[in-house]
């Protein structure tokens, strides 16, 4: 399966504002205004995505197949309601979990060369 | 659930967002996400059913609009670099696919370059003679601080200069300047061992360096002249210290045959006003009408030139009260230094610069021209290309960068062609037209060369992507409507025609004129014949160092003269104070005997001039009436000879044979002069203006300390030249003569119009051999494509002759077309050359209509060829070629 890492390894590193979206369509398909307060809330009010930031990134991750128009609306209910919704496809929890690992080796060289915290010992 | 009614504020803020975003995102990007991207806005617009307030909304517009900005940008760059992962890697191999069609097409290529090249070539170095001559600053401290004073005289309405005690009043009493110099520059002999140098001297206070800001580069400056000596030292320039060995501080040195002592060298550089190789101490003259001065001042901080000019123009005023008569309706002029000093060269340089101007988009129309011609043969290609998907936006690109490519080449090729005109340019001007600026391609220039090229680029390009890209999109959509795509480029080609047409016939208009004018001052009789005549300026001093007198310049005179005369081979020999062609002038105010006796400034105006005898058959100027000057009037009663203009003048209607005259006061102790002959005219006052009067008086008779010895004789003869110097020199100790100059090297036949006259002309061909050529090119394409046509119609036996009275009576409609507007045009601009005329209208109907007959028979004759061309061709292989 070369040819599947390859492809998730293509997509490392991925921005920021990819790597909200993804972290906000982990649990839950979201159209944009969902996955723009979700950020807004896991942060704490730090990043704010705007629309076109926002609506970019996503047509950059429909393209490579990490994210794609939800087929099934998560609540029958808000049918007709004209939104689109999103939803992270299998391609795109691997790349997800592929970027955390990496970051997650960088924090680890951080702290061993005791840059994490400057003020400390 | 029901919800509450959207406030209009909102509404307003989402239909405005909606209308936004399809201007900040490119359509393909819009295609299905603007209404949700619309939605968005609406819900953080009303977030949570609790609309925002107005400063709620409005931080949310300032975010809504950066992120417009930025990433609807982004989009847009991201959809005209194509698809590819960064924006600019396309860059690279747009460039290299334009590159490889074009060296592919090397003829199309080398034509397109080097049309270029001429363009941006001659707009380069037109530019670099404006930037040096009317850009680069002064090279003094704070150059723009610096201005010039003048006297300004009403009745006149000219500059006049100023006399010492003028500008010392000036200087004391005036508030926003923090320094001001009198200066005046004339011709000196410097002498050092065996050579005797011919160089411009400025004669100034000490304060001029304190006003410019310059210090020597050794020794000092010397100290203020003492009141009516002159001071004897001197500070030279680096160019003379370099050339003449020995001139250090503490050096002597002969100047106009009176020692002088250096006190220091300039730094290279610097030889201000312009061409200066020494500054003496100025004379305090202390004679108010005694003029001749210039000045420069350098503004006190937070002053400005016209607060300046009001201050000095209330002190004039005063002075005219304090002394009744010498200031009447006289003003102070202060403008700044560097306009005051280009004042003549700006309007023929700008005039340049917009000829050149016109020669590029000659040029740029001719390689779209030739562009637009390839690209119609390359119809197919673009079709496959189309059909393997190229999109329309990378088409254009391609064409674009082909025009960029092809810009850059020809202005590469074109810096050092450009480099070569400027010189050439600098070297034809006429001496001190330029100021002596050294030309040269400094980053301004390049910079300058770059836009140029860009514009290019952009000119000649932008058309042909165009149309390419409009073309590929016809191909995408299988459009059978050839037809009037055709049309539509046949209408484009005959625009194309008649545009450049139109502005060659306005360069060639212009240039008409001009040359014109050139003949026109050819004709205009200058009052005497330079022939073979040659001049030797000499200046006479005293041995001790003071003014010489009037007597001991009479005695010097005369014996010069008879030492001349007696040199074998030549032929005439005489003096003059001013001669024929301007120097020293003198001209002062003269009251008719028997007149009414007018106020001072009233009376004519005349130019008083000192001669030897045999002086105007040496140099040609007609005796009209009576005789001329002999050795005999040195003594006895006070003679002279008149010019008519001054004969007319004061005598309208009476014979001036007889008749008496004086400069000063009509009072018992005048000293009147009797008219014993008229003389023709001199042009004295410029070529194109009316002659000054003129009263010729024996040496000795006045106060003229200059003296040109005028000689004609048989050049030919080995060691004439020298031996004529010695005559002069051995005439009196310490006399300097510096050099024997051919008169006809003095006269300026309107050197400055001339200068404008060339350039215009050149540039005019320029355009002229380039309009033809795009004629030429785009007719004879048209015609190309119709060889077929043509080919059949002689094969079933029409005449040629009749074909090709069609085909130019087709290409001669865009060309009459460009005839009319181009001399509308030039009729318009007319204006710009006004001043540069002399006899002849800026609309003279002559010019206008031979030049459009030139242009049109051109075309014709442009059209003509290639149709005959075609219709010759065996009609046999035409129809088998195609």
Same mark, same amino acid.
């Not at chain 2, 949570?48 to 609807?72: E, F, N, Q």
């Not at chain 2, 199309?108 to 363009?119: I, K």
């Not at chain 2, 020669?359 to 637009?372: F, W």
């Not at chain 2, 005559?727 to 100059?741: E, F, I, M, N, S």
């Given at each position: 399966?070369?040819?599947?890492?390859?492809?998730?390894?293509?997509?490392?590193?991925?921005?920021?504002?990819?790597?909200?979206?993804?972290?906000?369509?982990?649990?839950?398909?979201?159209?944009?205004?969902?996955?723009?307060?979700?950020?807004?809330?896991?942060?704490?009010?730090?990043?704010?995505?705007?629309?076109?930031?926002?609506?970019?990134?996503?047509?950059?991750?429909?393209?490579?197949?990490?994210?794609?128009?939800?087929?099934?609306?998560?609540?029958?209910?808000?049918?007709?309601?004209?939104?689109?919704?999103?939803?992270?496809?299998?391609?795109?929890?691997?790349?997800?979990?592929?970027?955390?690992?990496?970051?997650?080796?960088?924090?680890?060289?951080?702290?061993?060369?005791?840059?994490?915290?400057?003020?400390?010992? | 659930?029901?919800?509450?009614?959207?406030?209009?504020?909102?509404?307003?803020?989402?239909?405005?967002?909606?209308?936004?975003?399809?201007?900040?995102?490119?359509?393909?990007?819009?295609?299905?996400?603007?209404?949700?991207?619309?939605?968005?806005?609406?819900?953080?617009?009303?977030?949570?059913?609790?609309?925002?307030?107005?400063?709620?909304?409005?931080?949310?517009?300032?975010?809504?609009?950066?992120?417009?900005?930025?990433?609807?940008?982004?989009? +847009?760059?991201?959809?005209?670099?194509?698809?590819?992962?960064?924006?600019?890697?396309?860059?690279?191999?747009?460039?290299?696919?334009?590159?490889?069609?074009?060296?592919?097409?090397?003829?199309?290529?080398?034509?397109?370059?080097?049309?270029?090249?001429?363009?941006?070539?001659?707009?380069?170095?037109?530019?670099?003679?404006?930037?040096?001559?009317?850009?680069?600053?002064?090279?003094?401290?704070?150059?723009?601080?610096?201005?010039?004073?003048?006297? +300004?005289?009403?009745?006149?309405?000219?500059?006049?200069?100023?006399?010492?005690?003028?500008?010392?009043?000036?200087?004391?009493?005036?508030?926003?300047?923090?320094?001001?110099?009198?200066?005046?520059?004339?011709?000196?002999?410097?002498?050092?061992?065996?050579?005797?140098?011919?160089?411009?001297?400025?004669?100034?206070?000490?304060?001029?360096?304190?006003?410019?800001?310059?210090?020597?580069?050794?020794?000092?400056?010397?100290?203020? !002249?003492?009141?009516?000596?002159?001071?004897?030292?001197?500070?030279?320039?680096?160019?003379?210290?370099?050339?003449?060995?020995?001139?250090?501080?503490?050096?002597?040195?002969?100047?106009?045959? =009176?020692?002088?002592?250096?006190?220091?060298?300039?730094?290279?550089?610097?030889?201000?006003?312009?061409?200066?190789?020494?500054?003496?101490?100025?004379?305090?003259?202390?004679?108010?009408?005694?003029?001749?001065?210039?000045?420069?001042?350098?503004?006190?901080?937070?002053?400005?030139?016209?607060?300046?000019?009001?201050?000095?123009?209330?002190?004039?005023?005063?002075?005219?009260?304090?002394?009744?008569?010498?200031?009447?309706?006289?003003?102070?002029?202060?403008?700044?230094?560097?306009?005051?000093?280009?004042?003549?060269?700006?309007?023929?340089?700008?005039?340049?610069?917009?000829?050149?101007?016109?020669?590029?988009?000659?040029?740029?129309?001719?390689?779209?021209?030739?562009?637009?011609?390839? %690209?119609?043969?390359?119809?197919?290609?673009?079709?496959?290309?189309?059909?393997?998907?190229?999109?329309?936006?990378?088409?254009?690109?391609? %064409?674009?960068?082909?025009?960029?490519?092809?810009?850059?080449?020809?202005?590469?090729?074109?810096?050092?062609?450009?480099?070569?005109?400027?010189?050439?340019?600098?070297?034809?001007?006429?001496?001190?037209?330029?100021?002596?600026?050294?030309?040269?391609?400094?980053?301004?220039?390049?910079?300058?060369?770059?836009?140029?090229?860009?514009?290019?680029?952009?000119?000649?390009?932008?058309?042909?992507?165009?149309?390419?890209?409009?073309?590929?999109?016809?191909?995408?959509?299988?459009?059978?409507?050839?037809?009037?795509?055709?049309?539509?480029?046949?209408?484009?080609?005959?625009?194309?025609?008649?545009?450049?047409?139109?502005?060659?016939?306005?360069?060639?208009?212009?240039?008409?004129?001009?040359?014109?004018?050139?003949?026109?001052?050819?004709?205009?009789?200058?009052?005497?014949?330079?022939?073979?005549?040659?001049?030797?300026?000499?200046?006479?001093?005293?041995?001790?160092?003071?003014?010489?007198?009037?007597?001991?310049?009479?005695?010097?005179?005369?014996?010069?003269?008879?030492?001349?005369?007696?040199?074998?081979?030549?032929?005439?020999?005489?003096?003059?104070?001013?001669?024929?062609?301007?120097?020293?002038?003198?001209?002062?105010?003269?009251?008719?005997?028997?007149?009414?006796?007018?106020?001072?400034?009233?009376?004519?105006?005349?130019?008083?001039?000192?001669?030897?005898?045999?002086?105007?058959?040496?140099?040609?100027?007609?005796?009209?009436?009576?005789?001329?000057?002999?050795?005999?009037?040195?003594?006895?009663?006070?003679?002279?000879?008149?010019?008519?203009?001054?004969?007319?003048?004061?005598?309208?209607?009476?014979?001036?044979?007889?008749?008496?005259?004086?400069?000063?006061?009509?009072?018992?102790?005048?000293?009147?002069?009797?008219?014993?002959?008229?003389?023709?005219?001199?042009?004295?006052?410029?070529?194109?203006?009316?002659?000054?009067?003129?009263?010729?008086?024996?040496?000795?008779?006045?106060?003229?300390?200059?003296?040109?010895?005028?000689?004609?004789?048989? +050049?030919?003869?080995?060691?004439?030249?020298?031996?004529?110097?010695?005559?002069?020199?051995?005439?009196?100790?310490?006399?300097?003569?510096?050099?024997?100059?051919?008169?006809?090297?003095?006269?300026?036949?309107?050197?400055? =119009?001339?200068?404008?006259?060339?350039?215009?002309?050149?540039?005019?061909?320029?355009?002229?051999?380039?309009? =033809?050529?795009?004629?030429?090119?785009?007719?004879?394409?048209?015609?190309?494509?119709?060889?077929?046509?043509?080919?059949?119609?002689?094969?079933?036996?029409?005449?040629?002759?009749?074909?090709?009275?069609?085909?130019?009576?087709?290409?001669?409609?865009?060309?009459?077309?460009?005839?009319?507007?181009?001399?509308?045009?030039?009729?318009?601009?007319?204006?710009?050359?006004?001043?540069?005329?002399?006899?002849?209208?800026?609309?003279?109907?002559?010019?206008?209509?031979?030049? !459009?007959?030139?242009?049109?028979?051109?075309?014709?004759?442009? =059209?003509? !060829?290639?149709?005959?061309?075609?219709?010759?061709?065996?009609?046999?292989?035409?129809?088998?070629?195609?």
């Amino acid at each position: 399966m070369s040819d599947a890492s390859d492809t998730v390894e293509s997509a490392l590193p991925l921005s920021w504002v990819e790597f909200h979206v993804l972290l906000a369509l982990a649990s839950e398909p979201l159209h944009g205004y969902g996955i723009m307060l979700d950020t807004e809330e896991r942060t704490g009010g730090r990043v704010t995505l705007e629309p076109g930031n926002l609506y970019r990134a996503l047509k950059r991750m429909q393209e490579r197949g990490m994210v794609e128009r939800a087929e099934r609306l998560p609540e029958p209910a808000l049918e007709n309601e004209r939104r689109r919704y999103y939803c992270i496809t299998e391609l795109g929890r691997r790349v997800a979990a592929a970027e955390t690992r990496r970051m997650e080796e960088l924090v680890e060289m951080s702290h061993a060369r005791r840059l994490a915290d400057p003020e400390g010992a | 659930m029901s919800r509450a009614p959207t406030p209009l504020r909102i509404r307003l803020s989402v239909a405005l967002y909606r209308r936004l975003l399809r201007v900040a995102f490119p359509p393909s990007f819009l295609e299905g996400r603007s209404q949700e991207m619309v939605e968005m806005f609406r819900d953080r617009a009303t977030g949570g059913g609790r609309p925002r307030g107005a400063p709620g909304l409005a931080s949310l517009w300032v975010r809504t609009l950066a992120d417009l900005a930025r990433h609807g940008g982004a989009e +847009w760059m991201g959809e005209l670099t194509g698809p590819g992962p960064a924006p600019f890697s396309g860059l690279g191999s747009d460039v290299r696919q334009a590159a490889r069609a074009l060296v592919a097409d090397r003829s199309f290529t080398a034509v397109a370059v080097a049309t270029l090249a001429l363009g941006v070539g001659a707009n380069t170095a037109v530019f670099s003679v404006v930037d040096a001559t009317l850009l680069r600053p002064l090279p003094y401290p704070e150059p723009d601080r610096l201005v010039a004073v003048s006297r +300004w005289d009403g009745p006149s309405a000219a500059r006049a200069s100023f006399s010492y005690p003028d500008v010392a009043d000036l200087a004391t009493a005036q508030s926003t300047l923090e320094g001001l110099a009198p200066y005046s520059e004339r011709w000196v002999t410097v002498q050092a061992g065996e050579v005797d140098l011919s160089l411009k001297a400025t004669a100034a206070p000490p304060e001029l360096f304190r006003v410019l800001r310059v210090a020597p580069a050794s020794g000092r400056v010397y100290d203020e !002249a003492p009141p009516e000596r002159p001071g004897l030292f001197a500070v030279v320039s680096a160019r003379v210290a370099a050339s003449l060995p020995g001139l250090a501080p503490g050096a002597a040195v002969r100047i106009d045959g =009176t020692t002088h002592t250096v006190t220091g060298v300039m730094p290279s550089g610097f030889d201000f006003p312009d061409g200066t190789g020494l500054w003496i101490p100025l004379e305090r003259d202390s004679q108010r009408n005694s003029h001749g001065l210039a000045a420069v001042g350098r503004l006190a901080p937070g002053a400005t030139a016209a607060r300046a000019e009001g201050d000095l123009s209330r002190i004039v005023q005063a002075l005219e009260e304090r002394y009744p008569g010498r200031y009447v309706q006289n003003r102070a002029r202060v403008e700044p230094l560097r306009e005051y000093f280009t004042e003549t060269a700006r309007p023929i340089l700008l005039l340049l610069l917009g000829t050149v101007a016109v020669v590029l988009v000659i040029a740029c129309v001719n390689v779209t021209a030739l562009t637009l011609v390839r %690209a119609a043969a390359r119809r197919d290609d673009l079709h496959v290309r189309v059909a393997l998907g190229a999109s329309r936006a990378r088409i254009g690109r391609l %064409a674009l960068m082909e025009s960029v490519l092809v810009a850059a080449a020809g202005a590469f090729v074109g810096l050092p062609v450009a480099a070569w005109a400027a010189r050439a340019l600098a070297a034809l001007a006429p001496a001190g037209f330029l100021r002596d600026q050294p030309v040269r391609l400094d980053p301004r220039v390049l910079g300058f060369t770059l836009l140029v090229a860009a514009g290019a680029a952009v000119l000649a390009g932008l058309l042909p992507a165009l149309c390419a890209a409009r073309t590929a999109s016809l191909a995408a959509t299988a459009s059978r409507s050839r037809v009037s795509h055709d049309r539509r480029t046949g209408l484009l080609r005959s625009g194309l025609v008649a545009g450049e047409v139109a502005l060659a016939v306005m360069l060639l208009a212009g240039a008409g004129l001009l040359a014109r004018t050139l003949v026109n001052l050819q004709r205009v009789p200058l009052g005497y014949e330079p022939g073979t005549v040659r001049a030797m300026p000499v200046a006479v001093r005293d041995p001790g160092g003071g003014e010489a007198s009037n007597a001991d310049v009479a005695i010097f005179v005369n014996r010069a003269r008879e030492r001349l005369l007696g040199v074998p081979g030549v032929t005439a020999a005489a003096a003059v104070f001013t001669p024929p062609t301007g120097g020293i002038i003198w001209r002062t105010r003269v009251h008719a005997e028997g007149a009414p006796v007018q106020p001072r400034p009233d009376r004519y105006l005349a130019q008083f001039n000192a001669a030897t005898a045999g002086y105007f058959e040496a140099v040609g100027i007609p005796l009209v009436r009576g005789r001329a000057l002999v050795d005999g009037d040195r003594e006895g009663t006070m003679v002279g000879v008149v010019s008519e203009t001054f004969a007319r003048t004061l005598w309208p209607d009476q014979e001036a044979l007889g008749r008496r005259f004086t400069n000063g006061e009509p009072d018992q102790d005048a000293t009147w002069v009797t008219v014993v002959g008229v003389v023709g005219d001199v042009r004295n006052d410029g070529l194109t203006d009316e002659p000054v009067g003129e009263a010729y008086l024996p040496y000795g008779r006045g106060p003229f300390a200059n003296v040109t010895f005028i000689v004609d004789g048989n +050049w030919d003869l080995p060691g004439l030249t020298a031996n004529v110097r010695e005559a002069v020199r051995g005439a009196q100790d310490g006399v300097a003569v510096p050099a024997v100059v051919p008169l006809s090297q003095w006269v300026d036949r309107g050197g400055r =119009t001339r200068f404008g006259a060339l350039l215009v002309g050149i540039f005019a061909g320029l355009a002229l051999l380039l309009a =033809t050529v795009g004629v030429y090119g785009l007719v004879g394409y048209a015609v190309a494509r119709r060889r077929r046509e043509l080919g059949l119609r002689v094969a079933l036996g029409a005449r040629p002759a009749g074909l090709v009275r069609i085909a130019v009576r087709e290409g001669l409609g865009p060309a009459t077309l460009g005839s009319v507007v181009g001399i509308a045009l030039a009729l318009a601009g007319g204006r710009a050359i006004e001043h540069l005329l002399y006899g002849i209208d800026a609309t003279d109907p002559l010019t206008m209509a031979s030049v !459009a007959l030139l242009l049109l028979c051109v075309a014709a004759a442009a =059209t003509a !060829a290639p149709a005959a061309r075609a219709t010759r061709a065996d009609p046999m292989a035409v129809l088998r070629s195609e």
